[in-house]
């Protein structure tokens, strides 16, 4: 999307776009860019100002930098209702909003959305996951919970700031979106997300604001993980305070999270469920397979991964390819990363992670299979592969899907975190490719493939 600026001032720009047949413009500040429809300015407008504000109270409050520009999307959809609001963001740059009228936009009291607080939140989650390595795994309700006591606090310090008369519909957002909400939920709710959100409240109120900002910094500075987040956090509350109590202010739920199940068939010890398995020979390799090698679809998922599973025949093997068919959206160039192949056991464990670089995918929007060699490990029985990219709605790689399988073998999944059933049947285009482990069974590897795939043929009713 091209822009051309037609009015510049020492503090707003503002340009037309081109969209359909819906004219699109876009406004710039000191830290934000607002792209919005016309019939939505005066709300764009009041955005811009709050977002700007937002940014630099982050400096301010907490020390946490963002990156600038902070790009604010707004489209309308009305065919999706005129309640209709949806908020969200990539976690690096972008922001995202959708609404199907001006009703959403509306302050909280005549049913609109928590409007400025949700700016404040969405920037909250870029300050956090735009210096974390992976955002899977983070524990339930600390992402949005950390995300919603700074936006809690960001909003009643925009309301002191800058007041009611902001936003278009003016409304004390402090008392009903800010920290008088939730200081209220805090008394009532004890949900993860609402235990997240006190653990943040509790440091603040007992060692002070600068406190929390520096454990926070000093968390974010290493570039956890998901799984690494809530951990590193302690280890900095515990070496900024000087007080090992500090760490019981993070409740245990959260330092020992339970890998969350919800699929039909968890044990995938059952012969039965890898109806479809596709086994041949490739070089003296054999390759296992579900899909046909036409794509169905594509799928990108943020905070998870794709996983699948299968089933070795009699033998020592070990696991020495995985192939996939996918295409790389986002940026003309790869990001300068690597994302993750996991082989895990029949229980969701992981037995070995491996990585390999985006830049295989160079071309942008180029579909292809690509074959990526891992270290020859040993595979159980029955197994998972689990391949995440970590993506964002501006980066990421799309993982192709074929539709034309007889049952589901195939997971949003990742591990240490979730293990989910696709919401259709169908499986991903993920093939992994093993060898004979050992001299016995290299010579009888034939005999065993055919045993299994006459046992799964068998097993089909």
Same mark, same amino acid.
């Given at each position: *999307?091209?822009?051309? !600026?037609?009015?510049?001032?020492?503090?707003?720009?503002?340009?037309?776009?081109?969209?359909?047949?819906?004219?699109?413009?876009?406004?710039?500040?000191?830290?934000?860019? %607002?792209? #919005?429809?016309?019939?939505?300015?005066?709300?764009?407008?009041?955005?811009?100002?709050?977002?700007?504000?937002?940014?630099?109270?982050?400096?301010?409050?907490?020390?946490?930098?963002?990156?600038?520009?902070?790009?604010?999307?707004?489209?309308?959809?009305?065919?999706?209702? &005129?309640? @209709?609001?949806?908020?969200? =963001?990539?976690?690096?740059?972008?922001?995202?909003?959708?609404?199907?009228? &001006?009703?959403?936009?509306? /302050?909280?009291?005549?049913?609109?959305?928590?409007?400025?607080?949700?700016?404040? $939140?969405?920037?909250?989650?870029?300050?956090?996951?735009?210096? *974390?390595?992976?955002?899977?795994?983070?524990?339930?309700?600390?992402?949005?919970? +950390?995300?919603?006591?700074?936006?809690?606090?960001? =909003?009643?310090?925009? @309301?002191?700031?800058?007041?009611?008369?902001?936003?278009?519909?003016?409304?004390?957002? $402090?008392?009903?979106?800010? *920290?008088?909400?939730?200081?209220?939920?805090?008394?009532?709710?004890?949900?993860?997300?609402?235990?997240?959100?006190?653990?943040?409240?509790?440091?603040?109120?007992? #060692?002070?604001?600068?406190?929390?900002?520096?454990?926070?910094?000093?968390?974010?500075?290493?570039?956890?993980?998901? $799984?690494?987040?809530?951990?590193?956090?302690?280890?900095?509350?515990?070496?900024?305070?000087?007080?090992?109590?500090?760490?019981?202010?993070?409740?245990?739920?959260?330092?020992?999270?339970?890998?969350?199940?919800?699929?039909?068939?968890?044990?995938?010890?059952?012969?039965?469920?890898?109806?479809?398995?596709?086994? !041949? +020979?490739?070089?003296?390799?054999?390759?296992?397979?579900?899909?046909?090698?036409?794509?169905?679809?594509?799928?990108?998922?943020?905070?998870?991964?794709?996983?699948?599973? @299968?089933?070795?025949?009699?033998?020592? +093997?070990?696991?020495?390819?995985?192939?996939?068919?996918?295409?790389?959206?986002?940026?003309?160039?790869?990001?300068?990363?690597?994302?993750?192949?996991?082989?895990?056991?029949?229980?969701? !464990?992981?037995?070995?992670?491996?990585?390999?670089?985006?830049?295989?995918?160079?071309?942008?929007?180029?579909?292809?299979? !690509?074959?990526?060699?891992?270290?020859?490990?040993?595979?159980?029985?029955?197994?998972?592969?689990?391949?995440?990219?970590?993506?964002?709605?501006?980066?990421?790689?799309?993982?192709?899907?074929?539709?034309? %399988?007889?049952?589901?073998?195939?997971?949003?999944? @990742?591990?240490?975190?979730?293990? *989910?059933?696709?919401?259709?049947?169908?499986?991903?285009?993920?093939?992994?490719?093993?060898?004979? /482990?050992?001299?016995?069974?290299?010579?009888?590897?034939?005999?065993?493939?055919?045993?299994?795939?006459?046992?799964?043929?068998?097993?089909?009713?």
């Amino acid at each position: *999307m091209r822009w051309c !600026e037609v009015l510049l001032t020492t503090l707003l720009a503002v340009s037309t776009i081109a969209a359909g047949q819906e004219e699109v413009k876009a406004i710039k500040g000191k830290h934000i860019v %607002v792209e #919005y429809p016309v019939k939505l300015e005066r709300y764009a407008k009041a955005f811009l100002q709050i977002g700007d504000a937002a940014w630099d109270a982050y400096r301010e409050l907490y020390n946490l930098p963002l990156p600038e520009p902070i790009e604010l999307q707004i489209r309308l959809v009305p065919e999706k209702g &005129e309640r @209709f609001a949806s908020l969200w =963001t990539d976690g690096q740059k972008f922001i995202f909003l959708k609404v199907g009228s &001006e009703k959403p936009l509306l /302050a909280p009291t005549k049913g609109g959305a928590h409007n400025v607080y949700g700016i404040c $939140h969405e920037l909250a989650h870029i300050a956090i996951y735009h210096r *974390m390595t992976q955002v899977a795994r983070i524990p339930e309700g600390i992402a949005e919970g +950390w995300t919603y006591y700074f936006g809690s606090v960001i =909003t009643s310090h925009l @309301f002191e700031k800058l007041g009611a008369q902001v936003y278009p519909d003016p409304h004390n957002y $402090h008392e009903t979106s800010g *920290m008088a909400r939730l200081l209220r939920q805090l008394e009532t709710r004890r949900d993860p997300q609402t235990l997240a959100a006190k653990i943040l409240y509790d440091v603040e109120r007992k #060692y002070g604001r600068q406190v929390l900002s520096e454990a926070l910094n000093r968390t974010l500075s290493q570039r956890p993980s998901g $799984h690494e987040l809530v951990a590193k956090f302690v280890e900095a509350l515990v070496a900024v305070t000087n007080d090992p109590q500090a760490k019981a202010l993070v409740p245990e739920q959260f330092l020992k999270p339970q890998v969350r199940i919800e699929t039909e068939f968890p044990d995938i010890t059952q012969k039965r469920l890898y109806y479809g398995l596709k086994m !041949e +020979w490739h070089e003296g390799l054999l390759q296992l397979r579900y899909d046909d090698g036409e794509k169905d679809g594509q799928w990108s998922i943020a905070g998870s991964g794709h996983g699948i599973i @299968f089933v070795k025949p009699e033998g020592k +093997w070990q696991l020495v390819a995985v192939e996939f068919y996918g295409a790389r959206y986002g940026a003309l160039q790869p990001p300068d990363e690597d994302f993750s192949i996991f082989l895990c056991n029949e229980k969701f !464990e992981v037995i070995r992670e491996f990585r390999a670089p985006y830049s295989l995918f160079a071309q942008r929007g180029e579909w292809k299979w !690509e074959r990526i060699s891992v270290e020859p490990t040993e595979v159980p029985d029955f197994f998972y592969i689990v391949i995440a990219f970590n993506p964002t709605a501006t980066k990421g790689i799309y993982m192709a899907y074929d539709a034309d %399988v007889p049952r589901s073998h195939s997971r949003k999944a @990742f591990p240490g975190s979730h293990l *989910m059933d696709t919401e259709k049947t169908y499986d991903w285009m993920i093939r992994c490719y093993l060898r004979p /482990a050992d001299e016995q069974t290299r010579q009888q590897a034939k005999e065993a493939v055919k045993r299994l795939q006459s046992e799964i043929e068998a097993l089909k009713q």
